[in-house]
């Protein structure tokens, strides 16, 4: 029995255009096939099946007793946050979003789906055929919230969405959100997934962002996932007018973790800052990927991922960034570098850039290499001995990434992390 | 009775097939002052970083030992922590790493070393303090990523600075002097007065009379070729600014 052929029963199957859309999704899913070498954009992230152990959707709250931390607004940072709890990929809706400030709104997508709002947006970022794990993310559509902030509203404090996994090793956590900011709306979102235990679990997530013109989300995921857990992530963002969508991501290692952005500057003056490190040393893989589309004029992006990369594991990077005709004036730069720091590591690193527009500012660099042995002498001289002084220069190679966080009390969080 | 602190015998070095160091041979003993003067590419610095440790280079033959130790054995944070240290002619840039978290983690882990106890933030920002001002070094430097964007004046001024923290059996200064003004070279060559005691050493590689005329050598070596070719005390300096290095190489 094949993965999409699981008897899952899933709610709302009445919903006519809800049941449609899984519908399509589990379509394009077959369709496209689990993605192999020879899809272009996962030739380096092979990801296959068989490496899921059974992989299913856990309905109930299993092993997360009433005193599980997830239960409980449980916040790991010293400054105060909104937190959104999900355990075992399900959502935890009983106590959040109580003490919210006028203007925000996140339910459960459930709630969002009945009420006939998420139809405007579910499944309108991304075409699904391009994106097979998204296709199959919405066959499975039932578990995510909704986030809106309204117009001209701000989120005070960060908005912390917490994805935790007890000790399971099948489970499925298929998470879909939408965010939406609207007019002039602002809001920060960290994202941030973790296990008790190690275990072979499977996240496959989507968040469809929608920014109307000058909003602005700062959105940071640190991912955690379990060392012997897959975790697939896309972020499907469409830009208005002046809006901009500033992203960060600790990627830290597990089986196999891709986290993808695809984000689509649709209109004048806006912008996207998408940043990343990533961190390996046993034989993960871990690959960003981004898909930039420039379609509009005066529009900017930026991208600087960095990673260390050692043991057998592996480290990918593609950035493509697409400058349309009309996107005159525009500026695209993106640079990979990473720290190889053991002969059976690899690291893979495509950049594409096509550009059918004059007039436009583009950079594309990458560097791959081991920690450079002038350093290393220097810092040794001083009586630094060898693994500290690689300590010291990896984490100065990754901290130049943290250091472009913008909000102070989230970069500090970030570097104490590396 | 004299107290070795260095003693190299007939040693001979090389990098890939090219032999730097040949047949080189030094006895540095307690609260002496040595000057190493030589003309470009004659491997003065290659035989500071052999000493060092630096792992570009093959030792072929002969020995070293520091502090009754052989040096051969010791990594190079091993030979930083035993006492010896170098002031490169080239200091190197790192960028990400703040100046003064690395002095701390130097100091530190020689502290550790010698099993003290190592310095808390504000201990050593004390100590840096009265370190640094000593050699006119401003605070804000020292925030700065070490040697990157640092003017040849600021990173000698720097290298002595660690030089004092890590307060060495045998600081090895190579061209400690170059590229430095009048005022800082006054307060660079202060603060090696001020380090040097009878306890300690000093092998100052240099190829000016200006420094030595501040910091007195006990001996001075011509060294050309990869070994020693004659030794004598200050006048010898004198000579070598009067007349160059060709009465001194040409019989080679
Ligand atoms: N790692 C190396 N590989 C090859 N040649 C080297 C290396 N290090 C030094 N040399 C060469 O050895 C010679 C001596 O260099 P150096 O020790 O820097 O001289 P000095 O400091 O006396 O000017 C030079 O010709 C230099 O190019
Ligand atoms: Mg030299």
Redesign the interface.
């Given at each position: 029995m094949s993965f999409t052929e699981q008897n899952i029963s899933l709610w709302g199957e009445d919903i006519p255009w809800l049941s449609g859309l899984r519908q399509k999704g589990r379509q394009a899913f077959t369709h496209c096939g689990w993605p192999t070498a020879k899809n272009e954009a996962w030739k380096y992230t092979a990801f296959s099946p068989e490496k899921l152990h059974n992989p299913q959707i856990i309905h109930e709250n299993r092993h997360c007793s009433a005193d599980c931390h997830c239960r409980h607004n449980h916040s790991p940072f010293p400054f105060k946050v909104y937190t959104v709890e999900f355990c075992n990929g399900q959502l935890h809706d009983e106590n959040f979003a109580d003490d919210l400030p006028q203007g925000i709104t996140i339910k459960s997508l459930a709630e969002a789906i009945y009420d006939g709002e998420a139809q405007k947006y579910l499944g309108k970022s991304f075409a699904m055929e391009n994106f097979p794990f998204a296709a199959l993310n919405t066959a499975y559509i039932e578990q995510g919230v909704m986030i809106l902030v309204e117009k001209n509203h701000q989120l005070d404090a960060p908005l912390y969405v917490h994805y935790h996994v007890h000790d399971e090793a099948d489970c499925f956590c298929n998470i879909r959100n939408l965010i939406i900011l609207e007019s002039n709306a602002s809001a920060t979102i960290i994202e941030h997934y973790e296990a008790d235990k190690n275990a072979a679990y499977f996240t496959n997530a989507v968040n469809e962002i929608f920014l109307n013109n000058s909003a602005n989300l700062q959105h940071y995921t640190w991912q955690n996932e379990a060392l012997e857990a897959h975790h697939v992530a896309l972020n499907s963002v469409q830009l208005r007018t002046d809006s901009s969508y500033n992203s960060f991501i600790l990627q830290n290692e597990c089986a196999t973790s891709r986290h993808e952005s695809f984000i689509n500057l649709q209109q004048r003056g806006a912008a996207a800052e998408v940043n990343g490190v990533y961190r390996l040393q046993n034989n993960g893989v871990s690959d960003i990927t981004t898909n930039i589309r420039h379609l509009a004029e005066s529009t900017y992006s930026n991208q600087l991922v960095k990673g260390v990369v050692n043991g057998q594991a592996k480290g990918v990077f593609q950035g493509q960034i697409h400058i349309a005709p009309d996107a005159i004036n525009t500026e695209g730069h993106q640079l990979h570098r990473a720290l190889l720091l053991s002969n059976s590591a690899e690291i893979d690193c495509k950049p594409e850039l096509e550009i059918f527009a004059d007039d436009v500012q583009c950079s594309h660099g990458a560097t791959c290499g081991d920690l450079d042995?002038?350093?290393m002498?220097?810092?040794?001289?001083?009586?630094?001995?060898?693994n500290?002084?690689r300590q010291?220069?990896i984490?100065?190679?990754l901290?130049?990434v943290i250091e472009k966080i913008p909000q102070q009390n989230i970069k500090d969080w970030f570097l104490q992390l590396i | 009775m004299l107290t070795p602190i260095l003693e190299v015998k007939n040693l001979s070095a090389r990098a890939g097939d090219k032999e730097i160091i040949k047949n080189f041979s030094l006895t540095i003993n307690e609260g002496e002052i040595h000057a190493l003067m030589g003309p470009n590419g004659a491997g003065k610095s290659t035989l500071a970083h052999v000493l060092a440790g630096k792992p570009n280079y093959e030792i072929t033959s002969g020995s070293i030992k520091f502090l009754g130790r052989d040096l051969q054995q010791m990594k190079p944070e091993e030979r930083a922590t035993a006492g010896l240290f170098l002031s490169m002619q080239y200091p190197v840039a790192i960028p990400g790493v703040s100046t003064a978290n690395f002095l701390k983690h130097a100091v530190n882990a020689k502290r550790k070393y010698n099993q003290q106890k190592e310095l808390d933030a504000a201990e050593f920002l004390k100590l840096l303090r009265t370190e640094s001002a000593a050699l006119n070094i401003p605070a804000e430097m020292l925030k700065r990523e070490i040697n990157v964007g640092f003017s040849g004046g600021e990173k000698k001024r720097l290298e002595i600075l660690q030089m004092r923290l890590l307060q060495p059996a045998l600081a090895i200064l190579d061209e400690a002097d170059s590229g430095l003004d009048i005022d800082a070279l006054r307060i660079v060559a202060e603060g090696i007065n001020r380090l040097h005691n009878e306890h300690n050493a000093l092998l100052i590689i240099t190829h000016h009379l200006d420094l030595l005329n501040q910091i007195t050598p006990d001996f001075v070596h011509i060294y050309y070729n990869g070994h020693i070719v004659r030794t004598g005390d200050k006048k010898l300096a004198e000579e070598l600014e009067e007349n160059g290095y060709k009465n001194f190489v040409e019989n080679e």
């Open positions: 042995p002038e350093q002498f220097y810092m040794q001289t001083r009586g630094i001995d060898e500290t002084a010291l220069l984490t100065a190679h901290q130049e | -």
